[in-house]
């Protein structure tokens, strides 16, 4: 089993500089694992942002939704972000919510697996505004069930306030 490290918080808490900066005092050579598509031009300029935060001292690793077939045993791994990697199950599974929380747990059971310093972010969606369409409840509730398996199987739970930690387990 990896060590599991879980970050969370709203948009802009400065999950992800805390992470790296986690991930850089447990390995000289952390592996990034993203999750992210490129579904339109602002996102791409978020995945640039974050590529030029890190230095050529990371691997980098780009896996859309099979985390467990990836082999990190003994690695220091940050993946950012848990969020975008729901999204993508979700939308490739026609937004069906238990379809997508049951194949969700089931590849993070798999994932976790293998022995490795894991450092997962995610996004707290349920301490904002109700969204007002339906597949953004829905998303919205996946998020937030899929944030408790997550939490109940790391080792350390953080959420981010405001750039400052706040360890809750």
Known sequence: MPDVIFITGGQRSGKSRFAQVLAEERSENPVYLATARAWDDDFEKRIEHHQKDRGNHWTTIEEEKLLSKLELKGKTVLLDC????????????????????????????????????????????????????????????????????????????????????????
């Not at 999204?87 to 049951?102: A, M, R």
């Not at 349920?126 to 509730?141: C, L, Q, S, W």
């Open 82 to 169: 848990v969020t975008l990697w729901l999204t993508n199950i979700f939308h490739d599974n026609g937004y069906d919510v238990e379809l997508s929380l049951n194949q969700a747990k089931e590849e993070w059971v798999q994932f976790i697996r293998q022995d490795f310093t894991l450092i997962a972010v995610s996004n707290e969606l349920g301490m904002g505004v109700i969204p007002e369409n339906e597949a953004a409840r829905k998303f919205a509730d996946l998020q937030g069930w899929m944030n408790q398996t997550i939490a109940s199987s790391a080792d350390t739970v953080i959420l981010m306030v405001s750039g400052i930690p706040v360890k809750i387990k």
